[in-house]
């Protein structure tokens, strides 16, 4: 994944592409950072799983960004937000649909032998592990409940 973010930042440092260049810069400067934090705990460097982790929050941290412009009448950086969102989502995995996401979770419910929202965590916890960066854990959070409550 690392190759991948360097590669596309050569590619867009030879276009001249101002926005996509300082994205993938803070791409890159946020995985230095999980890097230099790992070395203070054995660990070499960050994974891939941490990568994908990094380029999660920073989707995030850019969604909320977009929806305070929005509401605060400022669609010039709106819209740039929306563009750093795009850049950083070609690095995660392809995202589920909504038709995708409920066969996963009814599947780890399966798995899991969840049972009651007790079992809730069980259920979240195989999600995270087999659809890391696939599936919306805030959305998937009521559909789970959902299922089990019905069950």
């Not at 038709?99 to 032998?113: D, L, M």
């Not at 409940?145 to 019905?150: D, I, P, Q």
């Amino acid at each position: 994944m690392r190759d991948q973010i360097s590669q596309a930042l050569k590619e867009a440092q030879k276009g001249q592409n101002k926005r996509r260049v300082s994205t993938l810069r803070l791409i890159s400067a946020a995985i230095q950072d999980r890097d230099i934090a790992l070395r203070g705990k054995g660990k070499d460097r960050a994974d891939d799983e941490e990568i994908t982790d990094i380029l999660i929050k920073m989707v995030k941290q850019r969604e909320e960004s977009s929806r305070l412009y929005r509401e605060g009448g400022r669609p010039e950086l709106e819209a740039q937000e929306l563009e750093e969102i795009e850049i950083v989502r070609e690095f995660l995995p392809r995202a589920l649909s909504e038709e995708e996401t409920q066969a996963a979770i009814a599947s780890a419910v399966e798995e899991s032998g969840a049972v009651s929202l007790r079992d809730m965590g069980k259920v979240m916890a195989l999600l995270k592990e087999n659809y890391r960066g696939q599936i919306d854990m805030a959305k998937a959070g009521p559909m789970i409940k959902a299922l089990l409550a019905g069950q």
